[in-house]
């Protein structure tokens, strides 16, 4: 159930996610009736105190809160014969995630990385205190370690929902893939890529 209402919230951000990427295309131009939120990302004129709708940040970072809180209670040594129960589901976790933390890092420049639930201002202020902000090849340098030993994970599947459903969760080797080009690490890229393609 909390992987579920993981996806309502990734669910809450996919048109701004696909907003976010046409608007700075090539074949998506402003002109004088542009209105001024949709102006300032083509600009790519970023600031997060602005009231900009489509760059609502505590969005993104809402998701990763709440993956947080999934990945610290989630108890992955459940079995069932010789099968972990849970451990795709902390995988699809960790996957949506390290996503996140991507779209924001390439959105903003720079995101707060913490890996602890926040669930009380003390804990907020701690993170603002304590946690490290990592620009995007830092980040993704992070990422990609704290994820390559869950690539061989599949994404879940769940009771009475179709099987495509896993589609909508960020597969680990895609993520993994991103993450190593934006810390310019085309070697491990190549590895994770390509026996991916090659199985699908």
């Known amino acids: 159930y909390s992987t579920l209402g993981l996806l309502h919230s990734l669910q809450q951000i996919a048109d701004r996610y696909v907003l976010l990427g046409e608007v700075r295309g090539d074949l998506v131009s402003t002109n004088e009736i ?8 083509a600009d790519f004129n970023i600031d997060t105190e602005a009231d900009n709708k489509y760059l609502a940040i505590k969005d993104y970072y809402a998701i990763i809160n ?3 809180y999934i990945l610290t209670r989630m108890d992955t040594t459940l079995t069932n014969g010789n099968d972990r129960t849970m451990i795709d589901e902390y ?17 903003y420049g720079k995101a707060r990385y913490f890996t602890k639930p926040i669930t009380k201002i003390a804990d907020a202020e701690a993170v603002e205190k304590e946690c490290p902000e990592y620009e995007i ?5 992070v990422l990609a370690a704290e994820l390559r030993p869950y ?4 994404m879940p599947v769940w009771g009475g929902l179709p099987t495509a459903a896993k589609n909508l969760i960020p597969e680990i080797p895609l993520v993994l893939t991103d993450l190593y080009l934006w810390a310019e690490d085309y070697e ?8 991916y393609l090659t199985e699908s």
């Open 34 to 41: 542009t209105n001024t939120a949709l102006r300032a990302i």
């Open 66 to 68: 709440n993956c947080n």
């Open 91 to 107: 995988a699809a976790a960790l996957s949506i995630r390290a996503w996140t933390y991507l779209q924001i890092a390439i959105n």
């Open 137 to 141: 090849k830092e980040l993704a340098t």
């Open 151 to 154: 690539e061989e994970y599949d």
């Open 188 to 195: 491990s890229a190549i590895e994770v890529i390509v026996p």
